[in-house]
C-alpha cells in the first residue's frame, strides 16, 4: 500500500526518503534518516521500530543489507508481511519485501539506493522509480532528486487503491534552518487528494523560504535597482535608517530571511516584493 525511495546524494553529503500511499499521514510511519549515518523506509504492516534500529547499526558501520538482515531476523513479527529499504552513508543500498505482501509487491537496490513498494498497481512503479533515479541528474539536489523518482512511481500507478498522503526528509550536516540542524527538507501531506504534487509544491515553497541564494544570482543594490526597493519597501511601511536595514526587516516579516545578503539582493526576493506591493497598490 505504499511505494518509496530511500537513496544518497552523488558526493554522499545527504541521505533521505520520498514515500507516496493510500494511507493517512504516512511520513508520520515510514521514513527515518540520520545525517552521516543513513536513512531507512519501513512499510507494510511496518515495524516502527526499525527505524531506530536501523539507525543505530547504519551508525556502527554495519553495511546497508547486512542492517536488513539483522532488522529481519531480530523481527518477532509478521516478517512474511514487512518491507523496508535501507541505505548508508557509502555502499550498496538494501530491500527486502516478505513473501506474504500484498500484490505486487517488490523492489529494486544499487549504489546510494533502494526502491521498494506495495499493493502497487505493477512492477512498473518501482522500474520506472528505479529508472528516474538513475537518469537523474547528479548534480541536483537530493530533495528534488527524490521527488522526481517518486513522481515517476505516481506516473506508474503508484498505490493501487488510490491516493492520499506523501512525504520527504533528507538530512545533511548543517543543512537545516540557519544552519543549526541537519535536517534539510522535512514535508507531509498527510491527507490529499494528489499528495506528490503537493509535496512539490511545497517543496518548491520550502526552497524560497529557507534555502540560502546562489552567490552568483545575486543583484547589487546600486542604481536605478536600489532606488525601486526603496520605493517599494515604502509602500510596505518598511522605512529604515537604510536599504539594507529596511530590506532585512521587510524580509523577516515575509519569513525570507533566509536570503537576504548585505548590500544585494536575490531575484527570487525582487519578485517576492515586486509582487506583494504591487497587489497592495
Not at 501531506?189 to 534555502?211: C, K, N, Q, W
Amino acid at each position: 500500500m505504499t511505494f518509496s525511495i530511500v537513496a544518497r546524494s552523488a558526493d554522499g553529503q545527504a541521505l533521505g526518503v520520498a514515500v507516496a500511499s493510500k494511507f493517512l499521514g504516512v511520513g508520520a510511519a515510514v521514513p527515518a534518516a540520520l545525517a552521516d549515518v543513513g536513512a531507512v523506509a519501513t512499510q507494510s504492516y511496518a515495524n516502527l521500530a526499525y527505524r531506530p534500529q536501523a539507525l543505530a547499526l547504519l551508525g556502527t558501520g554495519v553495511a546497508a543489507t547486512e542492517t536488513v538482515s539483522a532488522l529481519i531476523a531480530g523481527d518477532a513479527g509478521p516478517v512474511d508481511h514487512r518491507q523496508v529499504g535501507v541505505v548508508g552513508p557509502d555502499g550498496l543500498g538494501a530491500t527486502f519485501t516478505g513473501k506474504a505482501c500484498h500484490d505486487w509487491a517488490g523492489g529494486r537496490s544499487g549504489d546510494g539506493y533502494a526502491i521498494q513498494g506495495n499493493m502497487l498497481a505493477g512492477e512498473a512503479v518501482v522500474a520506472d522509480m528505479e529508472e528516474a533515479w538513475l537518469a537523474g541528474d547528479a548534480d541536483r539536489p537530493l530533495p528534488y532528486r527524490l521527488l522526481e523518482a517518486l513522481r515517476a512511481g505516481d506516473r506508474a500507478g503508484g498505490d493501487r487503491r488510490g491516493r492520499q498522503s506523501a512525504a520527504l526528509l533528507v538530512v545533511s550536516k548543517g543543512r537545516g534552518y540557519g544552519g543549526t540542524s541537519d535536517v534539510w527538507a522535512d514535508l507531509r501531506i498527510d491527507d490529499h487528494t494528489d499528495p506528490v504534487a503537493e509535496l512539490g509544491r511545497l517543496l518548491e515553497m520550502h526552497s524560497l523560504y529557507f534555502e540560502s541564494p546562489d552567490p552568483e544570482t545575486l543583484l547589487p543594490l546600486t542604481g536605478a535597482l536600489a532606488d525601486e526597493v526603496a520605493e517599494r519597501l515604502t509602500q510596505a511601511g518598511q522605512v529604515g535608517p537604510d536599504l539594507d536595514e529596511s530590506l532585512a526587516s521587510w524580509a523577516g516579516i515575509e519569513n525570507l530571511e533566509m536570503r537576504i545578503v548585505a548590500g544585494k539582493i536575490d531575484p527570487l526576493v525582487l519578485a517576492q516584493l515586486r509582487s506583494t506591493t504591487t497587489a497592495a497598490g
